[in-house]
């Protein structure tokens, strides 16, 4: 399993010492439309950025500076128009269809802006979504996710679907989800955005968290006070990192 | 372990595609009716276009393809210059009976039949049979079996014995409580009186399903009592009477059938031709009829298969009417799931997965549809049978296809919306509302 590489995140003595890097974007392009044409939008226009294990990034920028977009490539959604994304050990960036999805159910976590369950399904059968899609076998999916549940503190609710949930519990749902395969990154587009101020508050109390067990998360925000919380803070502007800063 | 893990994820599909199916009760139940109607349209019009033919076929069959019957009937009044003769005389004759035998090339056997008496009596029950004088030949001229005793033998016919083998309904009416074999029954016939006939055997029951094949033979073998034919002209003579409404009539008509037994069955259409000749010689009125079974077979067996192709492709128009329901439902499904999609997608899923599940769904449907309209459809031929009296029969076969069907319909009719599922762009599938 290539998967267990964080399953146990080494020691974090005090100092910047150089870390393993997960992620490395290299001039990486995004156009939307067709090029050249009237319709093109140069959505990221060369962006090249490391992410090492164990960070916690902020990426803000103002409403269509290509946070999504951005978020989307990193999530291997979508695929660059130009450059190089290396995630871990491979050249994602002109991976098919499949082996894509492949990636997604094994080494990403998302956490999206309106929570995005599934609404038939419970929470417990909500979280083993990428692990079915993996083929972990039904009792081992169940018991992670039994064993995830407590982190988020609703081991009550486990049988209950959605619509049954407050936005902070669905919320939470959707982390235990994310965190259900052990990813090397967790993906967050605007995860208290659908929230209040508090339950917000929570949610990025739970991130901390799991930044302190050494997860690597990147979340965009266009929120300072949310951007202030991480440790590294990047800024895009028309498609282009304007400022990539480290907290504290 | 592959293996294992594909058969456990077709199985979670499957569980999967239960609950949204089980999510949406009315709205699923109506999508399957289309199919259930469709299925069981196939069912009831295969079973009836089965129903209608079989009986005609089987009693075909059962007079032998390799045989040609004749049969007289009473010629029309021809004229009104014509006086009522007191003997009316009719029908096929001895002479004709030696002729045949003398002339006719790839004859193995022609069987005479008599109906000398209408009647018969066991105990205090009298019924009304018809008494047939015949040759033992008969036995093996058609297929008859004889359910207990033994058939007639040449011996009988040397000795002219009053024995006699019965019919299945004769049987159930006179002797419905004790066995035939060797007792003895009254034949009554005006002039002759009452003569004694003891049992030697029974007839199994002959099926025509309750439509007689008219044109084939109009004799209800069920209700037959067959007795030696040296008995039948000893005792009875070759006159005829009959007390109609008061008035007496008396007839004459030597044979009212001859089966005629061509060795091969190629043979059978130009010995019936010559047949054809020979008598049309010998009469001058047209009192006989030439019907050749295997004829008969030929149209019946070619209407069968146009009644099966005309009403299959009505129950078939049904059936497609069914998919296209389902089509258009699941349409409606990926779109209301457009969302979901682009979870599952976002998620790990692949296109393939997103196909199987949506597929999983419609093949549910179709076959959940299939398996009630089988359902359906079997009670439906069976109260078609009871109600309006047809007779209709379900194959096996008839069951698979039309259970093979729905499966195709589900196939054909769930590839494209579950295609449509795949194709769509995970990130615009997310943020769809
Ligand atoms: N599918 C698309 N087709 C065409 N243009 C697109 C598409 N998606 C995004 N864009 C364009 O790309 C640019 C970047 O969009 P993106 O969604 O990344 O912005 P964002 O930073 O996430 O904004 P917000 O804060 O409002 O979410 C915008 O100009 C947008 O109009
Ligand atoms: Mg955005």
């Not at chain 1, 870390?19 to 990486?28: C, E, G, N, P, T």
């Not at chain 1, 993906?187 to 050494?214: R, S, V």
């Not at chain 2, 099966?308 to 089509?327: F, K, N, P, R």
């Amino acid at each position: 399993m290539k998967t267990a590489s964080i399953q146990s995140p080494p020691p974090r003595p005090p100092g910047h010492q150089p870390r393993k890097v997960l992620a490395r974007l290299d001039r990486l392009t995004k156009t939307y439309g067709v090029p050249g044409s009237a319709v093109e939008v140069p959505a990221l226009k060369g962006i090249s950025l490391t992410f090492e294990e164990g960070e916690y990034v902020a990426i803000c920028g103002h409403s269509g500076s290509g946070k999504s977009t951005l978020l989307n490539l990193l999530g291997c959604l979508d695929r660059p128009t130009g450059g190089r994304y290396i995630l871990g050990d491979a050249d994602v960036s002109r991976l098919d269809d499949d082996a894509l999805s492949d990636i997604r159910s094994k080494r990403l976590g998302f956490v999206f802006q309106s929570f995005n369950l599934i609404p038939q399904l419970t929470v417990l059968e909500n979280m083993e979504v990428p692990l079915f899609y993996q083929g972990v076998p039904p009792r081992l999916r169940r018991e992670k996710a039994i064993s995830l549940i407590e982190r988020v503190g609703l081991q009550h609710r486990i049988h209950h679907r959605p619509m049954e949930l407050s936005g902070g519990q669905q919320q939470r749902v959707a982390i235990a989800r994310a965190l259900i395969n052990d990813p090397l990154l967790i993906l967050a587009d605007e995860p208290t955005g659908n929230l209040d101020t508090a339950t917000g508050d929570m949610i990025l109390d739970i991130f901390a968290g799991l930044h302190k067990e050494g997860k690597t998360i990147l979340m965009v925000t266009h929120e300072d006070d949310v951007a202030a919380r991480c440790r590294r803070v990047i800024t895009l502007r028309d498609g282009q990192v304007i400022s990539d800063v480290q907290n504290d | 372990m592959l293996t294992t893990m594909y058969i456990s994820h077709a199985f979670e599909t499957t569980r999967l595609g239960l609950k949204n199916i089980y999510l949406h009760k009315l709205r699923s139940f109506l999508t399957a009716l289309g199919i259930i109607c469709g299925v069981a349209a196939v069912i009831c019009m295969l079973s009836i276009g089965e129903g209608a033919s079989e009986a005609e076929l089987a009693l075909i069959r059962l007079l032998g393809t390799n045989n040609i019957i004749l049969t007289s009937t009473k010629p029309e009044e021809t004229s009104a210059t014509e006086v009522r003769s007191w003997l009316l005389e009719y029908g096929l004759t001895r002479a004709d009976l030696q002729r045949i035998r003398g002339t006719i090339p790839n004859v193995v056997r022609v069987v005479p039949l008599r109906e000398v008496a209408y009647e018969a009596i066991y105990g205090t029950t009298q019924f009304p049979a018809t008494i047939v004088g015949t040759e033992p030949a008969l036995f093996n001229t058609i297929n008859l079996t004889i359910a207990s005793g033994r058939p007639l033998l040449p011996v009988d016919q040397a000795q002219a014995s009053q024995v006699c083998v019965i019919g299945d309904e004769v049987r159930a009416r006179l002797f419905a409580y004790e066995d035939p074999i060797g007792r003895t029954l009254i034949v009554n016939a005006p002039r002759s009186g009452y003569v004694p006939f003891k049992v030697v055997g029974v007839l199994s029951r002959v099926e025509t399903a309750g439509t007689p094949a008219k044109g084939v033979s109009e004799r209800n073998l069920n209700t037959d009592v067959f007795i030696p034919l040296s008995t039948a002209d000893h005792r009875y003579g070759d006159l005829k009477f009959k007390v109609r409404s008061g008035s007496r009539e008396m007839s004459k008509c030597t044979f009212s059938d001859l089966y005629v037994q061509v060795d091969e069955l190629e043979n059978v259409i130009p010995v019936s031709q010559m047949l054809q000749q020979l008598l049309a010689h010998g009469h001058s009125k047209k009192d006989y009829l030439v019907k050749v079974p295997l004829e008969r077979l030929k149209i019946a067996e070619a209407q069968k298969r146009q009644r099966q192709i005309t009403l299959g492709c009505i129950a078939g128009i049904s059936l497609l009417v069914g998919g296209i329901g389902i089509m258009n439902i699941m349409l409606a499904t990926v779109t209301e799931r457009t969302r979901e999609i682009g979870i599952r997608r976002a998620l790990g899923a692949k296109r393939r997965d997103i196909t199987f599940q949506f597929l999983v769904e419609a093949l549910i449907l179709s076959s959940v549809g299939g398996a009630i309209g089988v359902a359906t459809g079997t009670a439906g031929a069976f109260l078609i049978t009871w109600w309006v009296e047809w007779p209709t029969i379900i194959h096996a076969w008839t069951i698979l296809i039309s259970a093979g069907l729905a499966l195709a319909v589900g196939i054909f009719f769930g590839i494209y919306p579950a295609a449509t599922a795949a194709r769509l762009d995970p990130i615009e599938a997310l943020r769809h509302a």
